[in-house]
């Protein structure tokens, strides 16, 4: 295993292997210091060799792989394929390899559902270089033999433990048999159980594993708060913390419904507000992430469809008003600010019931999630629930070596 390093931060991108033309396009589009991932997986890459990548959501593992991708296909020549579990992860990735390649002459290809065949059939006749494709659209266009991947060089795996972990198994499967032996494998992600690792690496050759930081670290600069709170109270202590914050801010529930409800509510408080999920249509979860991202919504109401994948600079406010319904979600979700060295803020909503939940968190993350009291309109109805000691089911997480951890 390797361990994070900063030596070649100070002198930016020099000295990692990347060709002098890579080295001015980044210059030109002002990515001066490379991050741990990027200083630590770059020049293995670059080698060709297979290797897995760790590290925190939003410390830049799409130039990470993307670099070297542009790199060594100007070398061996044949293809790049990046797989990926959401249609935006995919296009906010193509859009870096278009930022990055376009000077080079790189034709990519988006092959995503939600959008017509044929602009993707289009893309492909134009031979591309690198292939951005979520499984299920990719495993389509297999079929229909639109496409084959013999001339494919390089694969990456982006979000691997939710490729692998949350029901795409056997659609990976299918790719990678699809795949020639003779390839490079790269998988990148913010958590990585260990027998999720052990699955991936037997497709593998070698791998490296680049760990900048165990897996289910959270950013540093993402301050964490908790409310313990009755679900009949939730959307009433939702408005007074959009009173306090008044930046753009991304609410997360746990279902499609809940996130009409919720952002409804926040359309009828005065607050332009908008909603991504799995019963919106593409173009409509484009024009809501545009919306956010321009400001003409402050409020951005998702479910976990947007816990990865969702880059956007100077989100103030994370707000889980559900639990995810697993505690690397919950590092996702944070991971949506404090994005590039910013600072932000993560608040959770937690009913009394939800201690074994909240536990677990903590357990991964290895941090106290500090509990804050409610606003005293709401704790005259609830004080108890916000009182540790009267939560006997709760026991906060205790690092192992501190006295009296059981």
């Known amino acids: 295993m390797m361990s994070s390093s900063n030596e070649n931060s100070s002198a930016g991108f020099y000295g990692l292997g990347i060709a002098p033309t890579l080295l001015e396009i980044l210059a030109r589009h002002r990515f001066k210091t490379p991050t741990p991932i990027q200083t630590q997986a770059i020049p293995l890459a670059i080698q060709g060799k297979d290797l897995v990548g ?26 790049g394929l990046v797989i990926l579990p959401t249609r935006e992860l995919a296009l906010q990735v193509e859009e870096v390899f278009h930022r990055v390649g376009r000077g080079l002459g790189l034709r990519t290809a988006v092959l995503i559902g939600g959008l017509s065949f044929k602009p993707q059939l289009q893309a492909l006749s134009q031979k591309p270089h690198v292939i951005v494709a979520t499984p299920g659209r990719l495993i389509d266009h297999l079929r229909q033999k639109n496409l084959r991947l013999d001339a494919v060089r390089i694969v990456v795996l982006d979000e691997a433990d939710r490729m692998l972990d949350m029901g795409f198994m056997p659609q990976i499967q299918k790719i990678l048999q699809a795949l020639p032996k003779d390839r490079q494998t790269m998988l990148f992600s913010a958590t990585m159980p260990p027998e999720i690792m052990k699955l991936a690496s037997s497709h593998m050759k070698l791998p490296i594993r680049v760990e900048i930081a165990p897996a289910g670290t959270t950013v540093e600069q993402v301050t964490q708060e908790l409310f313990v709170v009755k679900k009949e109270q939730k959307l009433v202590l939702l408005e007074k913390l959009l009173e306090a914050y008044q930046g753009p801010a991304l609410v997360f529930a746990r279902t499609k419904y809940g996130a009409e409800k919720v952002m409804r509510y926040i359309r009828n408080l005065g607050i332009k507000a908008a909603d991504i999920h799995s019963n919106r249509s593409l173009p409509q979860r484009r024009e809501a992430l545009a919306g956010f991202k321009s400001g003409k919504y402050r409020v951005l109401v998702a479910t976990d469809i947007a816990s990865r994948g969702l880059d956007v600079i100077g989100i103030e406010l994370v707000l889980n008003f559900d639990l995810p319904s697993t505690s690397e ?9 404090a994005r590039a060295g910013a600072k932000g803020h993560a608040i959770t909503f937690a009913m009394p019931d939800e201690g074994r939940e909240i536990r677990a968190i903590e357990n991964l993350t290895k941090k106290v999630l500090p509990i804050s009291k409610l606003p005293e309109s709401l704790a005259r109805t609830g004080s108890e629930f916000i009182k540790p000691a009267a939560r006997p089911y709760y026991r906060p997480y205790r690092h192992p070596r501190r006295r009296g951890y059981r």
């Open 329 to 337: 979600d919950y590092v996702h979700r944070i991971g949506r600010t």
């Open 54 to 79: 760790i590290a925190q959501t939003g410390t830049g593992k799409t130039l990470a792989f993307g670099i070297p991708i542009i790199q060594r296909l100007a070398q061996i020549k044949g293809q």
